[in-house]
């Protein structure tokens, strides 16, 4: 974040504030959880697609403890509302976490186990294995 915030203030540039700390905490949680970073936090304050899919997928989830559950069906049958955004970012989760998953199953095999160190998608691949559960690239 030290780079983006000089890189800021020698250009005179202002920024939203609220934005750079929803992009730090993004690359955070994603090197935590799959060890790569989705470089949604760098000077160029670049677009992306994954980010904004999850945004949308935290809404849609509030939004479901707003309202009663018929009401949520009866959205997601008629693809309105928070549901059909829902609906339209679907893809881009499915296709980035299956990315993800393929990139560490592939780094897995390549380094072995003991090169990978600690996090949540690791755990997931190996748990699926040791308890017969079949893991693919699809979440």
């Known amino acids: 974040m030290v780079p983006v915030l000089e890189h800021v203030a020698k250009q005179g540039l202002v920024i939203d504030l609220q934005d750079m700390f929803q992009r730090f905490t993004f690359d955070i949680?994603?090197?935590l959880?799959?060890?790569f970073d989705p470089g949604c936090l760098s000077v160029e304050?670049?677009?992306?697609p994954f980010s904004r899919a999850l945004y949308v997928v935290e809404e849609a989830i509030f939004m479901r403890h707003?309202?009663?559950e018929s009401v949520c069906k009866l959205k997601k049958w008629l693809g309105i509302g928070h549901e059909k955004k829902l609906s339209q970012v679907w893809?881009?989760?499915d296709d980035v976490i299956g990315k993800y998953v393929s990139m560490k199953s592939e780094e897995m095999s390549k380094?072995?186990?003991d090169e990978q160190g600690l996090d949540l998608?690791?755990?997931y691949i190996k748990g699926g294995e040791s308890t017969g559960l079949e893991c693919d690239?699809?979440?």
């Open 45 to 48: 304050f670049q677009d992306v």
């Open 91 to 93: 893809t881009i989760l």
């Open 66 to 68: 707003c309202f009663p």
């Open 33 to 35: 959880v799959t060890r």
């Open 29 to 31: 949680t994603c090197k």
């Open 121 to 123: 998608l690791t755990s």
């Open 111 to 113: 380094y072995g186990d």
């Open 137 to 139: 690239d699809k979440f």
